[in-house]
């Protein structure tokens, strides 16, 4: 059966900030009872779009038809120069109309305080493009709140709750 709510790890990187995120949301989502799937584009790794083969690629059929079946979805994403990874949009690039109508929120992990408005020109092509309701809430990590393979911050694990929770009221609107 697909999951409802579906999170994508977008990090390519072993030991990701990011995939700690993704992890917590899903553990979050299923303490309050909603079906959510984890997809890790490390271990689920698609070409490069290149306008035109790619998409026939046997890897984006799977990806494409979760997204098709999920109502809400979350990007993971570490933030690299100010952006949201390539990874990321290679996903959207991909798997294109199939984000129609969804409703859609970040997790982002980046190295410093600075970068927190990063995923604005990803979540404008999202609505622009496929009319995608942006959750307005969104949990942003820097370096500093992990530490041994963990989130070691108690007000990011909170922050990625209150995500949960919104998306959740938001999606049963």
Request: charged share 20%; proline share 5%; net charge negative.
């Amino acid at each position: 059966m697909a999951a409802e709510y579906l999170v994508f790890a977008t990090s390519l990187r072993p030991g990701s900030h990011s995939r700690l995120m993704a992890e917590e949301l899903v553990r979050d989502y299923e303490k309050i009872g909603a079906a959510a799937e984890l997809v890790c584009l490390r271990e689920n790794p698609l070409p490069l779009c290149d306008g035109d083969a790619a998409y026939d690629d046997p890897r984006v059929g799977p990806i494409t038809e979760k997204i098709v079946a999920a109502r809400v979805i979350t990007i993971a994403t570490p933030i690299y120069n100010y952006d949201a990874n390539a990874a990321a949009k290679n996903l959207i690039e991909l798997t294109g109309s199939a984000w129609e109508d969804k409703i859609v929120g970040f997790l982002c992990a980046a190295g410093g305080a600075l970068s927190y408005m990063s995923v604005m020109a990803l979540a404008n092509s999202l609505m622009l493009d496929f009319r995608c309701v942006i959750l307005p809430r969104f949990a942003y990590a820097q370096s500093g709140d992990f530490a041994g393979g963990q989130i070691s911050k108690p007000e990011i694990t909170r922050r990625i709750q209150q995500f949960a929770e919104a998306s959740t009221r938001l999606q049963n609107r």
